[in-house]
């Protein structure tokens, strides 16, 4: 009894774990003088939420998450063309981390 417990509760940590971690939406500070501050909220769409899953998932396998906010849109075309590759994802995976991060 004890051994089906114990399985069954590793089972159930291991889905936890496993399961994709769900978007809630963000609000972002931007300073446009040194007193004022204008915030900008960013609506995750279910499109940029599976974008951003993807990201986290396949990116993080392999080497740290950069901040989207690193590059510049142009920048991300390449390496999100390289990284589709290496990581096997298709056209339409590559897409949605792409417009993930170049989104704002």
Known sequence: MKYKVL???VLA????????????PTTE???????A???IATVMTPELAEG?????????KC???YDPKD??????????????????LDD????KIYNYVTMN
């Open 63 to 65: 080497h740290k998450l």
């Open 92 to 95: 339409a995976a590559g897409q």
């Open 13 to 24: 940590l291991i889905i936890y774990s496993c399961a994709s971690k769900s978007s809630v």
């Open 29 to 35: 500070v931007k300073k446009t003088e040194p007193t």
């Open 52 to 60: 951003k899953s993807l990201y986290e998932n396949n990116c993080a």
């Open 71 to 88: 590059f510049s849109a142009e920048q991300w075309k390449p390496i999100v063309a390289s990284m589709q590759k290496k990581a096997h």
């Open 37 to 39: 501050e204008v915030k």
């Open 7 to 9: 399985a069954l509760s």
